[in-house]
């Protein structure tokens, strides 16, 4: 899948996102927004904003920046942003989140919110949280992994050979996200529904360079 691909599916989606995957997706925007919560005051960038579903979420405290490569995604975020008056999202850009223009060590928390099994080169995208994140920091993500057994499982498989068309890979491997040796898995649990998704906290270690 490439980066036109997902500006393609994305703008298709984003019309019925909120009503359909954002729907499915909600416990792991809350548990994600939520640890970073109680972490609060901090440098935070989502990646992946789309539709801003997770922004009224966020601690008054935090400085959220967001980013989205689809400009249609991006448009409905800008709109919920100024309808709800959430003066603590410093800024919504455009971006390609395999090269992120953000200095190194710019963030305390980057928040990754079913983004990963979407973009392309997911392992770029890791060595780029690595890079934005200072040390001791935190990538915290929710995300469907596929399963190696079940009903699903044959769904899953099924349904890869149809990723540029839906927008992601049904069959995402966990390794794509563990892969980067600056970060260390901390937390990790199952989430509803089914756990069908897993959600993630990486920490940012000082000893190892990025790159």
């Given at each position: ?68 490569y689809s ?109 980067e040796p ?30």
């Open positions: 899948m490439d980066i036109k691909a997902v500006e393609t599916a994305y703008a298709r989606w984003a019309p019925v996102y909120d009503k359909t995957f954002g729907a499915i997706t909600e416990v792991g925007r809350r548990r994600t927004v939520g640890y970073v919560n109680a972490h609060a005051p901090a440098d935070v960038l989502e990646l992946g904003v789309g539709t801003g579903l997770a922004l009224r979420y966020y601690s008054k405290t935090l400085r959220v920046t967001g980013i989205d400009t249609d995604m991006l448009r409905k975020a800008k709109k919920r942003v100024a309808e709800d008056g959430l003066s603590h999202i410093h800024a919504l850009m455009r971006m390609d989140a395999r090269a992120l223009s953000f200095e190194d060590a710019s963030f305390d928390f980057v928040v990754s919110m079913h983004v990963l099994s979407v973009v392309p080169e997911p392992e770029r995208v890791m060595a780029e949280i690595a890079r934005v994140l200072r040390p001791g920091g935190r990538a915290v993500i929710a995300v469907h992994f596929k399963r190696d057994s079940g009903a699903l499982a044959v769904l899953e498989r099924a349904f890869a050979p149809l990723a540029d068309l839906i927008g992601w890979h049904s069959d995402f491997d966990r390794s794509a996200v563990l892969a600056a970060l260390t898995l901390v937390e990790e649990a199952q989430l509803p529904p089914m756990g069908m998704m897993t959600f993630m906290v990486l920490e940012r270690r000082a000893d190892r360079a990025v790159g």
